[in-house]
C-alpha cells in the first residue's frame, strides 16, 4: 500500500509527526533552516519515509485561519513529496504574514527550506 501512497501523493498515518515528545526533540535537536516567515526543523529518522508536522506559533489567529494554514502546508507537502529524499523527520512552522497565505506562495517557501536543508533530490 505505501506504494500507492507515493504514487497518488497520499499522506499517510504513518507520515504524520504527533507525538508531542518527537516535536519537542525535533525542535531541540533538529538542524533549522528558515526564510522570511517560516522555518523546516529537520533531522534523519532511520527509516525509509519522512515524516512531517505541521505546528503552528502561539497566536496564530483563529481557528478558521489555523485549519487553512494547516491544509496549505499539507498540500505543499503532498505536492513536494516525490522530489524528497527519505529517511527525515521535518516541522514546517508557518508564521502567519499576508505574504505565504496562498498555496503558491508556500510551495515556493517549501521550496526553497527544502533546498537549504539539502532534502530535494538531485
Known amino acids: 500500500m505505501e506504494k500507492d501512497s507515493l504514487k497518488t501523493g497520499r499522506f ?22 528558515s526564510v522570511s516567515g517560516a522555518k523546516l526543523f529537520f533531522t534523519a529518522n532511520g527509516q525509509e519515509i519522512n515524516r512531517i508536522g505541521f505546528p503552528l506559533p502561539r497566536g496564530y489567529g483563529n481557528a478558521v485561519q489555523r485549519n487553512a494554514s494547516k491544509r496549505y502546508s499539507r498540500e505543499t507537502y ?45
Open 12 to 33: 499517510t498515518r504513518r507520515e504524520h509527526i504527533k507525538c508531542p515528545d518527537d516535536i519537542r526533540k525535533l525542535f531541540k535537536t533538529g538542524k533549522k533552516v
Open 78 to 122: 503532498r505536492f513536494f513529496k516525490s522530489h524528497l529524499n527519505t529517511g527525515f523527520d521535518m516541522l514546517f512552522l508557518v508564521y502567519p504574514e499576508a505574504s505565504n497565505n496562498s498555496f503558491h506562495s508556500r510551495c515556493k517557501i517549501f521550496k526553497i527550506l527544502c533546498q537549504k536543508a539539502g532534502l530535494l533530490k538531485e
